[in-house]
């Protein structure tokens, strides 16, 4: 069973720093294509990076140079390392991983949420001005 576990949101100042964790078990294909999400209310879910075994990764444009993505896989667990946090990054974010062995370091990845079947349960994280 495919369990992804997310931790590592709350509530900064604008300007402060979050680092998000995904615990990923029960997944065949982790070393390939993985994901972060992030879905503000009454927004549609956005993708935010992406990362795959080729060492590719893919950011959205307004989180460019603010965001990195990474994967420590001895402990099978993806980062997203958030730093000059903006009150429009409040939102709810998700890891996610697609049903199949897939690379997706290009930008069509980050705009196709329904390519991923496996998602956490999200971690809430709210940036205050």
């Known amino acids: 069973q495919v369990q992804l576990v997310e931790s590592g949101g709350g509530s900064v100042q604008a300007g402060g720093s979050l680092r998000l964790s995904c615990v990923v078990s029960g997944y065949t294909y982790s070393r390939y294509c993985m994901a972060w999400f992030r879905q503000a209310p009454g927004k549609e879910r956005e993708g935010v990076a992406t990362?795959?075994?080729?060492?590719?990764?893919n950011y959205a444009d307004d989180v460019k140079g603010r965001f990195t993505i990474s994967k420590d896989y001895a402990k099978n667990t993806l980062y997203l390392q958030m730093n000059s946090l903006k009150p429009d990054d409040t939102a709810m974010y998700y890891c996610?991983?697609?049903?199949?062995?897939?690379?997706?370091?290009?930008?069509?990845?980050?705009?196709?949420?329904?390519?991923?079947?496996?998602w956490g349960q999200g971690t809430q994280v709210t940036v205050s001005s």
């Open positions: 996610a991983a697609p049903s199949y062995r897939t690379l997706c370091s290009d930008p069509y990845w980050l705009g196709q949420p329904t390519n991923f079947k496996y």
């Open positions: 990362l795959d075994s080729s060492g590719g990764t």
